[in-house]
């Protein structure tokens, strides 16, 4: 429950389509000691009367216009403690196909990925620079800086997945999809990169580690998180390399 009441950015864009995805209806203790739950979970009847006859808790709207659930999640438990959710699952691809991009331009791969969000042409895309990737898929830190060394500064992966019986007719009309894209803006010199086995990348993204990846390389890191427009990513990474630039 903890980690959907974190606002993130939108990295799973085929089925992120609201802030507060995968958030669904909740239930929370304000701190004055009453009870109260959001969306469809709010009533009539009770959970157990709802379950009996067959009410799923989906929608998060409400009750009236409402949506308090909204104020909820952005209060990050500063208005009550949150007992009870529901959540939205994604149904388990049987096929996922691994695309990296790698360039020394971000700009670039930002102008790119920002049209695979708003077109939610892929499943999944991320970027990250070369000792970031290079710390996900490596294990020792001469492992870490070979990759590094390698690629190129930034690195966009994006994932196409597809399930049942129409998979492969899927996966190939957005391939030809994205090339189109790539192709009207002007972005056919974009250099893919076949340095890192997709395998790899796919057991990354669908499993977790013991303890963090971004340790590997120095034993310990420390991460600055927040939200921004991707307009301003660029002049916040100048920012940080111009004041920090050995530790990046």
């Avoid at 085929?14 to 958030?23: G, K, Q």
């Amino acid at each position: 429950v903890t980690s959907v009441l974190e606002r993130e950015p939108i990295i799973i864009p085929r089925y992120h389509w609201d802030t507060s995805d995968p958030l669904l209806c909740t239930e929370v203790v304000f701190g004055t000691g009453d009870l109260f739950r959001t969306g469809a979970a709010a009533g009539p009847g009770t959970l157990s009367q709802q379950k009996k006859v067959g009410r799923a808790q989906v929608n998060p709207m409400g009750p009236t216009q409402f949506s308090p659930y909204r104020v909820i999640q952005g209060a990050q438990g500063s208005l009550g403690v949150v007992t009870w959710a529901t959540l939205k699952l994604e149904l388990v691809p049987a096929v996922q196909k691994v695309f990296h991009y790698h360039s020394n331009n971000i700009e670039e791969l930002l102008d790119f990925q920002q049209k695979l969000v708003k077109y939610r042409l892929c499943d999944e895309t991320f970027i990250l620079n070369n000792k970031n990737l290079a710390c996900l898929v490596k294990n020792t830190r001469n492992e870490i800086e070979d990759l590094a060394n390698s690629l190129l500064k930034w690195n966009l992966i994006y994932i196409l997945a597809g399930r049942g019986d129409l998979t492969n007719d899927k996966l190939n009309y957005l391939e030809e999809d994205i090339k189109d894209l790539i192709r009207d803006s002007n972005l056919e010199h974009l250099e893919s990169s076949n340095l890192i086995d997709r395998n790899k990348i796919l057991n990354c993204v669908n499993s977790y580690t013991s303890e963090p990846w971004r340790k590997r390389y120095k034993g310990s890191y420390q991460d600055i998180f927040f939200i921004s427009n991707f307009e301003n990513i660029s002049n916040y990474i100048k920012k940080v390399e111009g004041k920090y630039p050995e530790n990046l």
